[in-house]
């Protein structure tokens, strides 16, 4: 039973406009959610977080909205850009269990054309 | 550097053989964990230590899998009598956990692929 999901598997974008990745979760016990990078044969990078407390983080060009009533959350980046081109992973924790461990989606890959 | 670091970068290995996967955290990390990702799949998490408290064992998939983090640093993952369905990248992270509940941030090493022919 997959509690974190990318409905996506891939996204493709031109260069400048806006790439929407989306991700549903169904654990209602997940307070934290994290976007990562992962460039091919590298390890995944932070991003991005938010909080439950919260509705919206933004950083940059980066935007995570947080949509809690219906377990969404997306990430918002514009302008997009050619190096952005990577897989983007939403992971999600509770972290009241005291263990921190992440529960990842399987992954979006974006593409930004030129 | 001062990134998680992770060795062997690659590893094949044939059915039934036991491997050791070998992890060194960021200096002063005291959180460690080990996630695998199968193809087309998400990261899967195995293992987290937190300093010198039991380890989080509830994602290890069989008993064929333990770890070890000796010293509070260095942690070693070892497969036992490996299987196919084993072939996967394992994934090392390490974060401060530092005594606020909001999740430290995990900073991932490149990971080990290993292949089981």
């Known amino acids: 039973d997959q509690q974190v999901k990318q409905n996506s598997p891939s996204l493709s974008v031109q260069e400048g406009r806006i790439s929407i990745l989306n991700c549903d979760y169904t654990?209602?016990?997940?307070?934290?959610f994290l976007w990562y990078k992962k460039y091919p044969a590298e390890g995944p990078t932070f991003l991005i977080s938010i909080s439950s407390i919260k509705d919206k983080n933004e950083d940059g060009r980066f935007t995570v909205f947080l949509n809690k009533s219906a377990k969404h959350l997306s990430l918002h980046i514009v302008p997009s850009q050619p190096g952005d081109s990577a897989v983007y992973f939403c992971?999600?924790?509770?972290?009241?269990?005291?263990?921190?461990?992440?529960?990842f989606g399987k992954g979006t890959k974006l593409t930004v054309n030129p | 550097g001062a990134g998680v670091s992770q060795s062997p970068s690659n590893k094949v290995t044939e059915k039934g053989k036991d491997v050791e996967l070998r992890c060194d955290p960021i200096s002063g990390h005291t959180a460690l964990y080990w996630y695998r990702q199968s193809l087309g799949q998400g990261l899967e998490f195995l293992i987290y230590f937190q300093g010198n408290s039991a380890p989080d064992k509830s994602g290890l998939p069989s008993d064929r899998f333990s770890a070890e983090r000796t010293g509070g640093s260095v942690s070693t993952l070892t497969i036992q009598r490996t299987q196919q369905e084993d072939s996967a990248v394992y994934l090392c992270a390490s974060s401060l956990a530092g005594s606020s509940k909001n999740t430290d941030t995990q900073y991932f090493g490149p990971g080990t692929r290993l292949t089981v022919l």
């Open positions: 992971a999600a924790s509770a972290t009241q269990g005291g263990s921190e461990k992440l529960v």
């Open positions: 654990n209602s016990m997940f307070d934290y």
